[in-house]
């Protein structure tokens, strides 16, 4: 049993910017709940930021220009959260380092937990491919990251693991 830090929303806890979770629905997903260890984390809440909040896009690259400090983190209320979101990160990444934990399944298209997909920060409903802020920290320290449709791979990874 492997220990995986699992964003909340996709638990069924409403801590989505607008009150709501992300439903999901698939084997590997019903496997991961079921048979390894979960940890959930909403890095945003953890930061201190309110259920609801303004729906929040990286402005001027990814996760990963934002921790380099050349891109923003914009609210729709144009509120600059920026140190919000890498607070978040670094909590979650502390985390992971207490507990030792070296996978995560975070949220596809989120500004923290996307792992491939993020919105383009022009609030029109655009994606583009690119990293969320808790994502870029974790996986820059080693852990690897999957999104809810990838948990595949990670049951191949952890199944494998157990095999050797
Ligand atoms: S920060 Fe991550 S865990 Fe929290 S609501 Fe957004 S996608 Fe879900």
């Not at 409403?14 to 590997?28: I, T």
């Not at 380099?68 to 919000?84: K, N, P, Y």
């Not at 070296?102 to 609030?123: H, M, Q, R, W």
Request: charged share 25%; proline share 4%.
């Amino acid at each position: 049993m492997a220990k995986i830090l699992v964003s909340s929303c996709l638990l069924g806890c409403a801590v989505r910017y607008n009150g709501s979770d992300v439903e999901v629905n698939s084997q590997d997903f019903n496997w991961l709940v079921d048979t390894q260890e979960i940890v959930p984390l909403c890095p945003e809440v953890s930061a201190g930021l309110p259920i609801p909040r303004a729906p929040a896009e990286i402005c001027g690259g990814s996760g990963t220009e934002v921790l380099a400090g050349t891109a923003r983190v914009i609210g729709s209320d144009r509120e600059d959260l920026t140190d919000q979101f890498i607070l978040g990160a670094d909590l979650a990444l502390r985390l992971c380092r207490d507990q030792d934990i070296k996978f995560a399944v975070l949220t596809e298209n989120s500004p923290s937990c996307g792992s491939n997909f993020i919105y383009d920060g022009s609030f029109s409903g655009v994606k583009k491919k690119g990293i969320g802020i808790v994502a870029a920290r974790l996986r820059e320290s080693g852990v690897l990251v999957f999104s809810q449709h990838r948990v595949g791979r990670l049951r191949d990874l952890v199944e494998i693991s157990r095999s050797i």
